[in-house]
C-alpha cells in the first residue's frame, strides 16, 4: 500500500498546472530564463567588442589629427634632424665603446708594462727610501767636489757614490724577489718574457732622476702613438655632427613653441566658454571681474596660422642642406681616420660594426636629409600612413612633452618573442609529459602527475611574477656570469629581469594547458592503431613517434596554439618579470637578444592604464592594444578550432 | 618473384638497438615529466621555507597572528641611539616619538606596506570572490541547464559553445579592460548615495529619505571586480557544471517525466539533487581560479592602501550602507603581492612582507585547489550508477 503511495503522491506533485500569460506558459518561461543565461556567454563576447571597440575606435581618427598637428607644427621636420643626430650618436657610441675596448686591451701591453713599473717604483722608494738618499747624497757630494776642482775631494766622491750605487744595487737585487707578480702587473697581461724582460732592464733605473728604464720609455712612447691616432679619429667623430646638432636644437626649441600655441588655440573656444560660465556663477564682483578680463584676453582665431609660424623651417632648409653635406664630408674622413685593425679584438667587432652599418646609416642619413628638404607643412597625412605609425610604429612614447608616438611593433615584438621562447620550452615538456604519463607511465604514475600538473595550473600567475624577480633573475644572472658558460650566446646578461626570465616562467604556465590538450588528443587515438603497430612488430618508442604521434597530430596543434593563447595573454608575469623596457630588442644579438628586458601588450595595458585620463589619446591606444589582444585570442580559438575539426580522425 | 620480399618491414631493426633505444625514449620522457615537477616543487619549497618563518612561531600559537589580522602600514627603519637597527610600523613610531622626544634617531628609511600585516586584503579577495562567485554561479548554472537539459544540437548550440571557448581563450587583462569600461565608467549602473556625483546621468529623490538613486556608474569598486571576475570564470563553471548535469543517468528524467513531472519539475526533483555536489565542486574550482587573478581587478576593483575594513568604512543606512558597502574599493591580495614586489626595493627590510603574503597567498589558493580536486574525485567514485 505504501509502496503503491509513493509514485501517486510524486505524481500529484507534478501535476500541470497550466495556466498561461501572454501566451508563455511556465514551462517556456523556465526555458526561456536558462536560454537567456546561456545567451549570456555570446552577449558578453559582443559587450567586449562593443565596449572596446567604443573606447579604440576614436583612437585612429584622434591620432591622425594629432598626426597632422605633428607635421603642421614642424615637429616632424625637426625629427627628420633628430633622427640624423641619433643615428650619429649611435655609431659614436660605437666608436667609444672601441676606443676604450682598445684602451684596455690592445695598449693592454705597454699600458702594462708602464703601470707594472709603476707599481715597481713605489715599491722600490718605498723600501730602499736610505739608498736612494744616500746615492742622491754621494751624487750631490761628487757634483760639489766636481764644481770646486779639487781632485782628491773628486777621488773620494767617487767612490763614496760607487758604494752608494753598490748599496742600492744590492737593495734592488734584494728587492726584485719580492716583487709580487700579480700585485704588479694587476690586469696580468704580461708575458713571462715581459716580465723577465722588465725584471732584468731594472737596472738602467735611475731612482734618483727618475729616469725608466729604456724598454718602459718605449712602450710610454708607444701607447701614446697608439691611442693618439685613435684618439684624433675618435675626436673627428664625435664633433662631426656638432653643426647639425645645433641646428636641430635651435629649429627644435621654435617647433615646441608652435605645437604649445597651436594646442592652446584649439581650446581656446572651451576656455572662453568655461570663463565666462565661471564669471557668471561668481559672487564676488572683483572674482568676476577677473575671469571676464581673462576670457577677455582669449582670441579665438579662426585657423591658427601655421604658414606664418613656420616659415622659419623653410629659410632652415637650404642651412641644414648645407650643414649635412659638409657633416657627410666630415664622417667619411673620420671613418677614414679609424685603426683598420686595432690590437683588441672587441675594439676590432665594434669598428667592424660601425664599418658594416655606415652605408645604412649614410643612406638613411640621406633619405632623412630628403625628408626635410620635402616637409611641407600643410601636405596631407596620408591615412595609410597614420595607420602604419601605429601597427608598424617603433616608438611607444608617452607623457612626452615633444610628441607621443603609438607605435605597436615594440610591444608586439617582446610580446611575441616571449610567447616564443614559452612555447619553445613547455611544447617539448609537455609533450614529453603526455606521452610518458599516456604511454608509459604505470598506473598509480598517471594518477599522481595528472593530479601534480592540476596543482601547477592552480599557481598564481602573481606568485610566478614574485618568484621571478626574487630567485629566477638572480639565479640567471648569477649563472650567466659563470666563466665557463660565457661562449653562451647573450651571457653575461645585463639585466636580472629579461625576456629569458618571463619566457621561462610563462613556459610552467603554458605546461599544463598543452599537457593537458595533448593528452585528451593521445587518448582520442584508436587503440587500435597502436595495437596494430605493435602486432607488426614495432617497439614501444617506434609506435609512438610514427603512429601515434602522427595519427595525434590535429589535437596536439591545437594543443600548442591554445598554449600560445594562453601565453600571450598572460599579464602579471610580463608586467613582473619582462623589465619593461619599451624598445624593439637588438637582433644584432642574434640569439643573445633573449637576455634584453623587453615590454609587452599585456604588460602596457597593466601598468599605464590605471594612470591615464579616460578619453584621451593615450587611453584610447590602450583600449586599441586591448582589442587587438582580443582579436589575437579569438583567432587563435578559432584557428585551434579548425584544426580540430579539419583533421579529425572519423 | 614478388615485391613482398624486398619490402622491408619499416620497424626491422636490430633488437639491441631496439631496447636501447627504447629505455631511451623511456628515460627522455620520464625526465621531462620529473623536471617540470620538480621545477614546480622547488617553487612551492622555496617560497614556504622563505615565507614560513614569517607566517608561524615556534610558542603557542604557532601563527603569528599579528601578520595575518593587521593591516598593512608603512614600516620605519631608523637606528637608534646605540646605533642598533630598529623596525617599527609608522602608527607605532609616531606614538614612540611622541614618548620619547629625546630619542635619537638616524638614517632614517621608510617602506610603504611593508609592516604590519595582510588582514585587509586577505577581506578584500573574501569580498571579491565572494561577489564573483554569487554571480558566476548563478549565470553559470543556468548555462549549464540549459545546455544540458533544454538545447537541442543545432546551429544556435554550437554558437554559444563556440562563444564560451572563445570566452574561455580571452587574456585576463582585456577582460579587466572590459570591465573597467562597463562596471566602473558606464554611467548607466545605479547606486544609491546622499550625494549624487558630478558625472551621473540621471538622478531620483527616493522619497523619505534625503538620499538618491543615482545612474552614475559603480567607479572601481569590489561589485565591479566581482562583476569582472565573473565574467572570467564563467566558461570554467559552465564546464564543470555540464559534466555533473551529464552525470546523472537518462533514466532518472525520464522516470520523473514518466511520473508527470513537467520538464522543470524533472529537473528540480530529479536531476540538480545529484548533481549538488558536482556543482559545489564547480564552484571550489572557480574560486581556486578567481582568487588568483591580479590583470581583472587592477583597474576595476584594487587599490593598494585603505585605512580600514570595508564594513567600516561604509557610510549611510539601510539599502544606503548596502550601497556604499559595495562600490567601494578594496584591498585584494595577489594586488598587495604585486605592489609589494612591484614597487617596494628588495631589502632584508622589505622581504618579511613580501614572502609572508606570498605564502599565504599561495598556501591558500592550493589549499582550496586540493579540496576541489579531492571532493572531485569522491564524488566521481560515488557516481557510478
Redesign the interface.
Known sequence: MAAMRG?QV??K????RDKRFLGIG??GA??G??????????A??L??CV??G??AVFFFPKHHEELELYRESGQEYVDSMKRQVEGHAELNGLVAQAYYAELDEIAGKERSIVEAFGAIVDTGEDLGEDEIDDWADARDDLEDARDDGDAAAIATAQQAEAQARAAWAAKLGAITPELRRGEVDSYGRLTDADWEQLLASLGEWDPVEEEPPAMVEEAEAALKRKMTSFGDARDAFATAVSDLRQLKERLRGIAMDVKDEAVADQTAAARKAALLAGAEKAVQAEDRQRRLDEAAAIVIREKFPFAERTAVFYESKPEHAKVAEEYLVKFDAALALLPVAPGSPEAMAKLETVREKAPDFRSDFQRYSAAVQEWTHDKPYGWFKSLGKFFFGKDWVTNSSWHDFYGLLPLFTGSLLISLIALAVAV??????A???NQ??HPWEQHI?K??????Q??????????G???LGTFLRDLSQVEWLSWVPGFPMQERLNILNAGLLLA?MA?PTIFTLCEDALNNVPKAFTEA?LA???????T???VLLPAAISGILAAVL?GF??V?????VV??VAGNKIAIPDFAAGIGVVTQPAHTM?GI??QE??EVD?GSLHWRA??MV?LI??AI??F???TA?KIIHRFRIA | MSNGSKER????SSSKR??R??A???A??????Y???A??AY?FL??AVKGAPVVFKAEAPFVNLGFIFNNPETLVVFKDGNGEKVRMAMSDFSEFKKANPEAVITDEHTFSYCAGGIWGPLVGTALLVGICMVIAL??GV??A???N???RHGRFMN??R??????A??????????G???FC??PWLPVLTYEPSGNAVATFAIPFTDGFLSFQGWGTSMIAGGCTLA?MV??VI?AACEESLKAVPMGFREA?MA???????AIRTAVLPYAKPGILTASILGI?RV?????PI??TAALAHKAGLPWAEAKGGGLFWVSDFFTQSVQAL?YH??TV??RIP?SEDTEPM??GS?FV??LL??A???LS?SMRARYRKKLKW
Not at chain 1, 451 to 456: D, K, S
Not at chain 1, 536 to 542: E, P, W, Y
Not at chain 2, 9 to 12: G, I, K, L, Q, T
Open positions: 509514485p510524486m505524481a506533485r507534478f501535476q500541470k511556465a514551462q523556465i526555458k530564463f536558462f536560454g537567456g543565461n546561456a545567451l549570456l556567454s555570446i558578453i563576447l559587450l567586449i565596449f572596446l567604443k573606447e617539448p615538456f609537455s609533450m614529453g609529459a606521452i610518458y604519463v608509459l607511465a602527475i593530479l601534480a600538473i592540476e596543482f601547477v592552480a599557481i598564481p600567475s602573481v606568485v610566478l611574477g614574485f618568484f624577480i626574487m630567485v610552467l605546461v603497430s607488426l612488430g614495432a617497439s614501444k618508442l617506434q609512438i613517434l610514427r591554445l593563447g594562453r600571450i595573454g598572460e599579464t602579471m608586467l613582473l599585456t595595458i597593466a592604464t590605471g579616460p590602450l583600449f586591448g589582444l582580443f585570442s579569438l587563435i580559438n578559432w578550432q | 618491414n619499416p620497424f626491422r631496439r631496447r633505444n627504447d631511451g625514449g623511456h627522455l620522457f620520464a625526465f621531462f615529466t623536471f617540470v615537477l621545477c614546480t617553487i622555496d617560497i548563478f549565470a543556468a548555462s541547464i540549459f545546455l537539459e533544454y538545447a554558437t554559444i563556440l562563444a564560451i571557448m572563445n570566452l581563450g580571452v587574456p585576463s587583462i582585456v577582460f579587466g579592460l572590459f573597467l569600461g562597463v565608467l558606464w565574467i564563467l566558461p559552465i520523473a511520473l508527470g513531472a513537467t520538464k522543470w519539475q581556486t582568487a588568483g587573478e591580479t590583470a587592477m583597474f595577489p603581492i604585486y614586489s612591484a628588495r613580501q614572502n606570498v597567498f599561495l589558493v592550493m582550496f585547489a586540493a580536486i
